[in-house]
């Protein structure tokens, strides 16, 4: 289902340029909106616009814009506020932050953010979100303008699938409707004209379902496009997270979970091994996860998961609920981790299972058979 | 009518004169002072907006997927009562965990839910004091106004905020608020503040009501962030707590009547029809009764009345002023949650066929003398208690005198199954009155013993095939007309997706049938080669009202059947002209997944026959859909097909018998 995405706040300014006396709205708008660029490239397939847009960031004529299909062709137009039309070329790309910069043959200095002169924004703040979305603007008109506030400043949690995002830090969400197609590269500013960020392609938020409109803050890229512009190489991996070299799980700890049987059965602790962690804590069959460490639970699978971000030798806090009450235990492995079995942690289980202590009997299977 | 556009036109000046303060050329003080007050209210209400977390429960309802993150809700009272979006608790999730913004966690218990306002009352056991909002009056709250929405989902530490302003008040007959804020499942639940942090109202998705009794409790998440959102009033909800918190769940209140057709906005308020069992009822309301008072507000319109009943709740009563011819007569009328489903009157005989009309003609009285005549009497019915034989004439039904079949149909309809009823009729020349209780109409197909044949009449000869083709459309429609019948004739509108099957191949099945029961047949397609789509039901309705113009059928035996595909589209087009025909037949063809059944109505008697391949994959679903369409009120049959599932796309001959035979008795009474 594609969402009903009404731009009601866009707002088409007009191209003439006043004279700029005083930091006006209108005054920074215009100036802003020079400093933005419309992108012409490869796509025009069905969900596949085939421009995008682009912030200026030197005087020689160096575009940041994002890493996409657009990109992948030989005839690279970039338009800028004025009408002049550049060939561009692809000076570098970052895979990482899916970024790239762009180089026009600019013969005089162009309008341009400085990237060491950027901002931040905090919950609430008055932003504006300047880019080319939907293609409307041509020629020599400047980009669309669309106002809002920052909605939250929060990791970047995109849905997986047909939509992923490398990057997972903090981003500015805004209530504007700024992340439609042919908004990505975009900027995002102040009411002061300062750069907050750069507007990211469509995807969809994990924790709402709904489409997000963000910027990447112009930390997150700061480094990398200075890097890029000195064409110096890049480092590809500084975003991966180390995996833990012997991962934790239920069995481990102790726990076997309730059978998985829908994709979201709730995590439910079917039984306590003697002698292990959880017994120890005083973990009890029918407890509910509701949190590892910090971490809210919804399911099995998201248990288990977490889980196995952690090392095997680390104490793990684990929140449960029992008869209606939140009891918060600490299971602490005694074990060093040379002795533990991280082959195959489920054979251990098992092996283990004769041992089973404070388990409803298992009789379930037998119940079944009678006619 | 006329305040509802003068609120529009209010939003939206409103709306225009906030965004030109915005972005007119003042002073950068100004841009300040509104920024900080803004972030203030923030900070004002942050304290009642609680993170809200769920364990277990659907991963998706039907093919929507459900928001798995947290969800916000509103603190409404300081001992722990907070209230939500219904939309948060789709899932039916095993646990519920709110998090205060202390960063203190509570298990909650969902206590109830609000069907009508679409909201969700949860309880957490704590001893601390919790921090309530303010709320605005309601009278205080102007399109325009500084609207900022709130909630706790990105960041539990942290509220996430959009800004906007109020839009309209009284939207969704007087329920909400509509706000230009981005209301999405970032903020369901979360409140909607004014520029000093009071509380609006609460956020939630919202829908106009479906025709059906269902809730859906995601019913308008799909206008997520579009600029129209809405929260439902605190002062409304503060005011319906205490109930709330005792009944557990609230619901919409249903009066039990059927009004006018007409534009809502323009005709009054009168009452077609009273259901059975129901609140008016019980208040003594009547047909042609007008509805022109509720609790002191002038009612002169359908939407009117709309806007007096939506935002009430069943249980609360109202004192409706009626006009009944002229008369002003003074009611009060407690609302329902549920109505019994209507169902129709059943006498149990099937009526004769008229004879041809004799050359002479016959006085009224003469006419009138003759009444109804029985060809067959149900089984089990109440005529047959009452001692009604096949050949009995009835002349009259309660004091109506009863002429032809549709006297008998319109006295019936007024009436509803348990309501009593004087039955006079003629038998061996005496004329005797019995009182009989109305049944109701049977779902099992009359066997053919108890039919007297209506073999007394000569199958016509042949039959005359001719074409419809209407200019708007690309398909032609073949029809087959017996020649010279004496009979009342009926009309199976034969839907055929299937392009193997020639027109000719499907006529020359039902040839004999239709010669014997003097029985018309259409056949009708779809107008692409790929078979159904949704876009023919326009064309099956204007083929079947051009039939029906050109071959006059009784209007007790027009049906529209079709195999599979064919039979869904069957169900869709029936469902949706209930008024148009009186029967549908489905062979091995479950109801269309995105149906939703519609209330039976008074005056509409469609019959339903599902024809059933009990080793076909639809069995099961099939045999669910009847059970449906039954607890709706539906005389809805269910009969084995005696064809293998292979060959689910041609009928059996003893199938075609078996429709034959329900058609043949679907002016039963």
């Not at chain 1, 890493?67 to 692809?90: I, K, M, N, R």
């Not at chain 2, 025709?211 to 019913?219: I, K, T």
């Not at chain 2, 019915?381 to 309660?398: C, E, M, V």
């Not at chain 2, 026959?609 to 669910?624: E, G, V, Y």
Request: glycine share 8%.
């Amino acid at each position: 289902m594609y969402p009903v995405r009404i731009f009601m706040s866009l707002l088409l300014i007009a191209a003439a340029c006043q004279p700029c006396s005083g930091k006006t709205l209108r005054s920074v708008l215009r100036e802003t909106q020079k400093k933005v660029v419309k992108i012409y490239g490869a796509g025009g397939l069905r969900q596949m616009e085939a421009y995008q847009s682009g912030i200026l960031i030197s005087a020689e004529g160096h575009v940041l814009t994002v890493l996409s299909y657009v990109l992948d062709t030989d005839d690279l137009a970039v338009v800028l506020d004025d009408g002049q039309l550049f060939e561009a070329e692809l000076l570098a790309s970052d895979p990482v932050l899916e970024l790239a910069l762009l180089k026009l043959p600019a013969e005089s200095s162009v309008p341009h953010f400085d990237l060491d002169k950027h901002t931040k924004a905090a919950v609430g703040d008055r932003v504006l979100a300047l880019s080319n979305l939907y293609g409307i603007a041509a020629g020599n008109e400047p980009v669309s303008v669309l106002h809002g506030v920052v909605t939250a400043v929060a990791p970047l949690q995109a849905r997986r699938g047909r939509f992923q995002s490398n990057f997972a830090g903090p981003v500015y969400m805004v209530d504007a409707q700024a992340n439609n197609p042919g908004a990505a590269g975009g900027a995002l500013v102040d009411w002061q004209g300062q750069l907050l960020g750069m507007l990211g392609k469509e995807l969809r938020s994990e924790v709402t379902g709904g489409w997000l409109h963000y910027a990447l803050p112009v930390e997150a890229f700061h480094t990398t496009t200075q890097d890029m512009q000195a064409g110096r190489k890049l480092d590809n991996t500084r975003l991966q997270l180390a995996e833990p070299e012997s991962p934790l799980s239920a069995a481990l700890l102790g726990v076997t979970l309730i059978p998985e049987v829908l994709p979201r059965t709730p995590p439910y602790i079917d039984s306590v091994i003697a002698g292990t962690p959880a017994h120890r804590a005083g973990l009890r069959p029918d407890d509910l996860i509701v949190f590892v460490g910090l971490e809210p639970t919804a399911s099995c699978a998201s248990v288990n998961k977490m889980l196995s971000n952690l090392e095997a030798t680390e104490t793990v806090a684990l929140s449960v609920l029992r008869d209606g009450q939140l009891i918060e235990l600490e299971l602490a492995s005694e074990r060093p981790a040379e002795q533990l079995a991280p082959e195959e942690p489920r054979s251990t289980l098992k092996i283990l299972k004769p041992e089973i202590t404070e388990s409803e009997p298992a009789d379930s299977s037998e119940a079944e058979s009678e006619p | 009518m006329k305040t509802c556009i003068s609120i529009t036109v209010l939003a939206l000046v409103s709306l225009w004169s906030a965004q030109a303060n915005l972005f007119a050329d003042d002073s950068p003080d100004l841009v300040q002072v509104e920024q900080q007050a803004l972030n203030r209210a923030v900070e004002e209400v942050a304290g009642s907006v609680v993170q809200i977390r769920t364990v277990g429960g659907a991963d998706q309802i039907g093919r929507q997927l459900l928001n798995r993150g947290p969800t916000t809700g509103l603190i409404v009272s300081d001992d722990g009562y907070v209230v939500s979006s219904v939309a948060n608790f789709a899932g039916q999730p095993t646990s519920i965990l709110v998090r205060t913004s202390e960063g203190e966690q509570f298990p909650a218990e969902l206590v109830g839910r609000d069907n009508n306002r679409m909201l969700a009352l949860l309880k957490i056991e704590t001893t601390n004091q919790l921090p309530v909002p303010q709320s605005v009056p309601k009278q205080e709250t102007l399109p325009g106004q500084w609207a900022v929405a709130v909630g706790r989902v990105f960041d539990a530490e942290k509220v996430n905020v959009s800004v906007g302003v109020i839009s309209a008040r009284n939207r969704m007959h007087g329920r909400v608020l509509q706000t230009d804020a981005s209301v999405s499942t970032a903020n369901y639940g979360g409140p909607l503040v004014d520029i000093r942090g009071r509380v609006f109202g609460v956020l939630v998705p919202m829908a106009p009501q479906p025709a059906s009794a269902d809730v859906n409790e995601l019913a308008g998440v799909e206008y997520y962030d579009s600029g129209i959102g809405f929260a439902v009033p605190l002062e409304d909800i503060i005011a319906s707590l205490p109930r709330w918190k005792e009944a557990g769940d609230l619901h919409r209140g249903l009066l039990g009547i059927g009004m006018k057709k007409g534009s809502a906005f323009a005709t009054p308020a009168t009452i077609t029809n009273v259901w059975p069992t129901s609140p008016a009822k019980d208040a003594g309301w009547k047909a042609g009764d007008t509805i022109i008072e509720v609790d002191g507000n002038s009612v002169g319109s359908q939407t009117q009345l709309r806007f007096q009943i939506t935002p009430r709740y069943a249980g609360d009563t109202l004192k409706v002023l009626l006009d009944r011819a002229g008369e002003t007569i003074e009611t009060e009328v407690t609302l329902t949650a549920e109505l019994a489903a209507l169902e129709h009157a059943f006498l149990g005989i099937l009526p004769g066929i008229p004879e041809p009309e004799p050359s002479v003609e016959k006085s009224e009285d003469e006419k009138a003398a003759r009444g109804l005549a029985v060809r067959a009497v149900w089984p089990g019915s109440p005529a047959q208690d009452a001692g009604l034989i096949p050949g009995d004439q009835i002349t009259k039904l309660g004091d109506l005198a009863i002429r032809n079949a549709s006297d008998a149909l319109r006295q019936l309809s007024s009436h509803h199954p348990g309501d009593s009823l004087n039955v006079t009729y003629r038998s061996d020349d005496k004329e005797r009155t019995t009182e009989v209780t109305l049944g109701k109409l049977p779902v099992e197909l009359l066997k053919s013993v108890d039919l007297p044949n209506n073999a007394t009449l000569e199958p016509a000869a042949d039959w005359e095939q001719d074409t419809i083709k209407l200019a708007e459309f690309p398909q032609e429609t073949s029809y087959y007309l017996p020649q010279d019948t004496r009979q009342s004739r009926g009309l199976l509108v034969w839907l055929e997706g299937s392009l193997e099957r020639k027109n000719e191949t499907v006529a020359q099945k039902w040839r004999t049938i239709c010669l014997r029961d003097g029985l018309a047949l259409a056949i009708v397609r779809p107008a692409s080669d790929n078979g159904w789509n949704i876009e023919d039901l326009a064309y099956v309705k204007r083929v079947t009202g051009e039939l029906r113009r050109l071959l006059k059928p009784a209007p007790q035996r027009m049906v529209v059947a079709g195999n599979g595909k064919s039979g869904q589209m069957a169900l869709r087009f029936a469902f949706a002209n209930k008024g148009m025909i009186s029967g549908v037949a489905a062979v091995a063809a479950p109801l269309p997944r995105t149906f939703e059944t519609p209330a039976n109505q008074d005056g509409e008697r469609l019959a339903v026959l599902a024809i059933n391949q009990p080793d076909s994959p639809f069995s099961a679903l099939i045999t669910r859909d009847i059970k449906t369409l039954r607890e709706a009120g539906y005389p809805a049959g269910l009969i084995e097909s005696d064809a293998d599932s292979g060959q689910t796309s041609v009928m059996s001959a003893g199938d075609r018998e078996k429709l034959a035979l329900w058609i043949d008795t679907l002016n039963r009474m």
